[in-house]
Structures are given as structure tokens and as C-alpha cells.
């Protein structure tokens, strides 16, 4: 079976975490995998998708074409892979990937929504653009599938989809107290101090000046704490700007893109997630098959919560509240292992449930 899937990049991130790890674990003589990608940049995963015997077809961003040309790009480059199935995973451009598609007389044209966003519509323009997307969306998709309930009414509105679990690796990410002494000893924190960790790309939705300020009130009651934060993004040198300005440079750790996010979630003692939105968090997941205790916004979907060990607070809170949160909480590790898989929240039952829809 030959699947194309369509995303914006393959660089670190939950969009990407998700494809990658059904990359990897899907029975590969029996599914050929190509990723059509919208940027011309060498990726994070792009050597693994060649190593393992993927394939990376690019055409030009649709930031910088017009919407007819980047249909045409995308019809000729679906038509030459001919693939059996079209797995979409581009949010509102999706309605321009099935309808090249449904033009490229691809059976099988399925639409994946990852996030909350469009429920954010608030003006005009976004309104006419949500509009259009769901519009196109709805009528060349044969299959709508989303990572929650939230997630798949924000893009498809009241149409029918499917919930498919964002599956991992669940022993992977067992917590190994060894393990954490030894990432402890490697970045310089003590065994002493409170490590609060934070996994998402630098950007607007993951909300990092507002934990910049939770964490800097955490100080004020817990001085011997640090703040470790993993990934990149457009608001770097932002979100460095206010660390600096805040004085926190020697207490905030910044460590970039990771490939060993599973060893690393061991040195921390507490996930702060305080997302203006999102869909459900691959990271999430992860941590809590770590048994990390975690705090995480309201705005994120309750059906993350598949131990029942998340605490969920608004970010209407001022920074101090979730401040006092953090210090009240037990540090010691949840055990979550049985949970997840009970929950189908392993890879193997993603792709089962994958590869149901696929056929």
C-alpha cells in the first residue's frame, strides 16, 4: 500500500512526532511512506526517512504562490506518486490538498486535525478563511480523523470524524531514576532543585512568556529551581529577550531541538503546559507515560488526560496562582504504564486503527 502524507515540514514536532513514530513502527514492506512537504530546507527527521527507506517530495510553500499555482503543484506532484492513500495533515490548507487530490482521482483522501485553532475565529477574514477550508474540507474528503473531540469540531464543525489516539512508544518512556541523575549531572542541576520542563515549539500558542512569568514567581518562594525548555521556534530570541529582561538567564535552560526527549523528561519534576490552544499533545502523552505529574491549561482538550493525573488550570489565573500550584505539588512519579495501554494509547493500536481506515 503506497501512502502519501502531507504535512508543512518534517522538523521536530508534534505534527511530526506523531507521522514519525507511525513511521516507524508500521510494517514498512508492506506500506511504501512518502512525505510531500512545503519547504525546501533539510529537516530534523529527514535522514531517518531516508534511512529507513521513506521518501520527501517538495513543492513550494503556499505562502509564497497563488492559490492556483499551488494546487497545480500539488495536483502534479500527487498524480506522479499515485499513491492508494492521501493522509492530510495541513489544517485549513488540507481543502486545497484533497481537491488536487480528488482531481488526481486518489481514492482514499483523508483529512487529520491536530488542533483547537480555527475555534479561535474571531475575526472576518479568519472567519471567510475557516469557512472556505471546511467547505473544501467537507467535500473532497472521504475520511475526516482527528486527535480529539475538540480538535476534529474546530476544523470539520458538526460533520461526522474519527478519533485516532496519538499513540507512542509507551516503555520507551518509563521513568529510570539513573537515568535522571545522570541528565542532572550532565546539565548542572542538583538533586535539590525543583526542574519544571516545558516541551513545544516557540511559538504563540504554547503561551512561554506567560510561563516565563509563572516560573519567575516560583523563584520568589523556590530560588534553588530551574526551568528547562525544549524545542525551537519563531519567538526564540523573544522569548531569550524576556528572560533577560526578567533576569533569569542562569536559571532558564535552553535545549533546543532534542532526540532524546524520552531519557531527558527524567530529570524533570513537573510538565507546566499553559497552552492558549491546542489538539492533544504528543508530549502530553509521552510525559504522562513517564509518570510526570503536569499542570496544563484549560484550553488543552480534557481527553488528554488519559491517567487522570493532570490538573488542569485557566490561564485567566494570574501567574503567581499557578505558581502556589506548582510548589503544592507531589513530585513523586505516577504509575500511568497500564493506563495508557488500556487507553489505546500505544503506537501499535494507532496503527491498527490506521491502517482500518486506510483499507
Known sequence: MKILYINNTMNIGGIESFLMNVFRNIDRDQHQITFLTYNDFKYDFEDEILKLGGKIIRISNPNNVSILKHIKELYKAIKKEQPDVLHCNTHLNSGYVLLAAKLAKIKIRICHSHSTSPALANNISKKIKLHIGRLLINTFSNKKIACSTEAGEALFGKTKFDIVTNGIEINKYKYNNKIKKEYRQQLKISEAELVIGHIGRLDTPKNHKYLLQIFNEVLKEKPDSKLILVGTGPLEQEIKKQTKKLKLEDKVLFLGNRNDVNLLLNCFDILVFP???????????EAQANGLPILASKNISKEID????????????????????ILKTKTKRNNTEQKLFNSNYSIQSTIKHLINIYK
Not at 275 to 285: D, Q, R
Open 275 to 285: 497552552s492558549i490552544f491546542e489538539g492533544l499533545p504528543v508530549s502530553l502523552v
Open 306 to 325: 488519559i491517567t487522570e493525573t493532570i490538573n488542569f488550570l485557566s490561564i485567566e489565573e494570574n501567574p503567581k496562582f499557578w505558581a502556589k500550584e
